[in-house]
């Protein structure tokens, strides 16, 4: 599966001419996928309405995605691919220790806010319904997932923090709180304060947290990964 998904992606190697337009092509036609799907949706970013856009022909789009899942395990794997390296560029300008750990979180934050970002949102919801992309996808987000846990957990180790299942966590929480808030802002009165202020309590949570990494004695109670939850009418009982 993985080798598929990177046949797809990985653009033709050498000989020269032809390789830089047969990459300029498939560039043209992820940026056309990406805008589509932020303005028309899954279901109607046809491989028609994505060559229009591009202002490729249907011919030339086929030689290179000859099919509509190819083209979207192609932009989903695209978009990972290219906010991860703009999150690492950004955190590797920055000092080692707690000030890159905290920016991990406006990081993730400020790639999220990309339209590439709803465009990947569209194409995790729609492909749930397409049977092909359905069993291609998973495999590609399990990828990138993994590599936005382990950067977490790297710069936390240079801080002397090694607590994985707390940061793995974390991690989780705050990706899919962050996915889910531009889900939400869609629908939101006022979605750029209400999305700001939802954002900055979850970097204030971070913060807490950090202190309870450094202190083990801050908080009397903390996440324990080796026991179930609380039963629902315990948990109430106990408000």
């Known amino acids: 599966m993985a ?15 032809q390789a830089e ?7 043209r036609l992820i940026d056309a996928t990406i805008a589509t799907l932020c303005e028309a949706g899954y279901a109607r970013t046809t491989t028609v ?26 932009t989903a794997y695209d978009i990972l691919a290219t906010q991860d390296e703009h999150r690492r560029e950004v955190l590797r300008s920055l000092p080692r220790g707690k000030v890159r750990f905290y920016a ?15 465009a990947l949102i569209e194409i995790m919801l729609g ?13 590609i987000m399990r990828e990138f997932n993994a590599k936005l846990l382990s950067c977490p957990m790297d710069v936390a180790r240079e801080l002397g923090i090694d607590d ?3 940061l793995n966590a974390m991690s989780r929480l705050h990706l899919a709180a962050m996915r889910g808030m531009m889900i939400e802002r869609l629908y939101w009165a006022d979605p750029e304060q209400s999305s700001s202020e939802a954002f900055e309590l979850l970097d204030w949570y971070k913060r807490l947290l950090m202190r309870r990494l450094d202190d ?4 009397d109670e903390a996440p324990v990964f080796d026991r179930p939850l609380r039963p629902l009418d315990k948990r109430n009982n106990q408000r």
């Open 164 to 166: 994985t299942p707390l």
């Open 49 to 74: 309405a994505v060559a229009t856009r591009a202002g490729v022909s249907r011919g030339a789009m086929l030689h290179h995605f000859p099919t509509r899942a190819e083209l979207i395990v192609a």
């Open 127 to 139: 492909g749930r319904s397409d049977p092909e992309l359905s069993t291609r996808l998973p495999a």
């Open 216 to 219: 083990p004695d801050f908080i």
């Open 21 to 27: 337009r047969s990459a300029a092509t498939q560039r």
């Open 104 to 118: 991990i979180t406006d990081a993730m934050w400020a790639t999220m806010q990309e339209p590439a970002s709803m």
């Open 3 to 17: 080798s598929t998904v990177e046949s797809t992606v990985v653009l033709i190697p050498p000989p020269s001419g």
